[in-house]
Structures are given as C-alpha cells and as structure tokens.
C-alpha cells in the first residue's frame, strides 16, 4: 500500500524544490519520498498553485460546490416527492 502524505507536507516539500531551488532528488531522498512523487508533486503544483493536491477526498472549491449543489438538489427532490404523497393520502382521506 503506497503512503499517503498530508497537503501541508507535499506543499511544503515542493517548495524546497521550486521557491528554494533545492535539486529535487535531494529533497526527495532526505524526506524519504521517491523522486518520481516528488515530480509528480512538483508538476501538479505548477499546474494548478492555488489548488494543487486535489484527491483522497479532496475538491477543488468549485467541485466541492457542485457536489454540495447536487446534493441539495437530490434532498429537496426527496421530499417534494415526499410532500407529494402526503397530499395523496390527505385527499383520500377527505373524500
């Protein structure tokens, strides 16, 4: 199973890498962390700086808003299906 590591700590490591220039393989070594991650890192954080470890459950603001979105959606959808039925079984009750 590959060890996962926190946000703060990629962050903190790709900046010893691009901010202070360290040599990539260095940093990787000392921090026990395979070149090849801290490259991958390195990339998703050029890519994306304000931003960039998303996964493992994490979202990007907007994402995070879509998905609360949705899920609103479907629970309001829920109970007006709900309300629906309710209505149904007071009408036969009134007649």
Do not use: C
């Amino acid at each position: 199973m590959a060890k996962q590591y926190d946000n703060d700590f990629k962050l903190n490591t790709v900046k010893l890498v691009v901010e202070d220039g360290k040599p990539a393989s260095q940093v990787a070594r000392d921090l026990g962390v395979t070149p090849k991650t801290l490259y991958g890192w390195v990339a998703q954080y050029k890519q994306d700086p304000k931003h960039p470890f998303v996964g493992s459950g994490h979202l990007k603001p907007e994402a995070q808003a879509t998905r609360d979105l949705e899920r609103e959606n479907r629970e309001l959808r829920e109970e007006v299906e709900i309300l629906k039925k309710a209505v149904r079984i007071f009408s036969k009750d009134r007649k």
